[in-house]
């Protein structure tokens, strides 16, 4: 972040970074010294849900809260979500870097203190609510920055949101899957910035594509929810598949993305009638495989 110190923009960056982080940084140790001091010393992995356990009621929410408010700080989540946007003088490749790998440390950071976090329902509720508020605050960013790499920090918050309210529900599984799918999507996104302004600028040269007809649009409306949906519930059936929070949320995720690509396919002028037909069962078979 400090590889510009000629921009003031970047020592702004800087000095916003150090002191958000900087609170959760010690909101984290603070939680860390008070689990060590009531285990009289380290602790290893395997015993802090039983340290966190054997601590009265007020200490062990105020370790949990803490836990919650480092991961909050280190994701750019609300109330920390200003230091973000003000790193976006650093080059490319480092934005890369954060928004793929280091943001994602609040996720890693409450799956490792699970058992500590989720014994208090305080903390997961806080975790909620924070997410929550950050999906709204970064998709509301996403719609009115004008510029690119602005708006996929704006996303950046709204990812986490996401990833900080699976966690607060117990989907610990897809918050994991998550943590890795966005580190992937966002490193990627990043490193083709300047591509992508190339893109856009051919887009808005071309000549407007042509609307599907408003049948075919409603009936690739009711395909793209009702064919994605039958093929996982018939896998799900078929394989016998226990039911749990993780399970749901990934179902939910994979219906959506299969449903707004065969909505993309159907109503794209190129796609023949015998196509169309062609892609029912290819969503449904890729659905329920997934």
């Not at 958000?20 to 860390?32: E, F, R, T, Y």
């Not at 007020?58 to 991961?71: F, K, Q, R, S, Y």
């Not at 986490?160 to 799918?181: D, E, N, P, R, S």
Request: charged share 10%.
């Amino acid at each position: 972040l400090a590889m510009q110190p000629g921009s003031r923009q970047a020592r702004q960056g800087l000095a916003r970074a150090a002191v958000q982080l900087g609170v959760g940084d010690l909101a984290l140790w603070s939680a860390v010294v008070a689990l060590a001091a009531w285990a009289g010393g380290d602790v290893s992995w395997d015993r802090i849900g039983a340290v966190a356990a054997a601590l009265p009621a007020g200490p062990a929410m105020t370790v949990a809260v803490l836990l919650v408010a480092a991961g909050a700080s280190r994701a750019a989540q609300v109330p920390f979500h200003g230091w973000l946007p003000m790193t976006l003088a650093a080059p490319t490749t480092v934005s890369a870097i954060m928004h793929a790998g280091v943001v994602n440390a609040a996720a890693f950071l409450v799956i490792r203190f699970a058992e500590t976090v989720t014994a208090q329902p305080v903390a997961m509720l806080l975790l909620g609510i924070l997410g929550a508020a950050s999906m709204l605050c970064g998709a509301a960013g996403y719609l009115v920055r004008p510029d690119l790499k602005g708006r996929l920090v704006a996303s950046t918050t709204a990812q986490m949101g996401v990833m900080l309210v699976a966690l607060a529900v117990g989907a610990w599984g897809a918050a994991l899957f998550h943590l890795i799918g966005h580190g992937i999507y966002k490193a990627r996104l990043f490193l083709r910035a300047g591509d992508q302004i190339d893109d856009m600028r051919r887009a808005q040269a071309a000549p407007a594509a042509e609307r599907a007809s408003s049948p075919v649009r409603a009936a690739a409306v009711a395909a793209a929810v009702i064919v994605p949906g039958a093929g996982i519930l018939a896998a799900t059936w078929l394989a016998d598949v226990p039911s749990t929070s993780s399970g749901v949320l990934l179902d939910a995720y994979g219906w959506m993305t299969a449903g707004l690509l065969l909505h993309g396919a159907l109503t794209t002028r190129a796609a023949s009638a015998g196509l169309r037909v062609l892609l029912l069962p290819a969503a449904a078979a890729a659905a329920a495989a997934y």
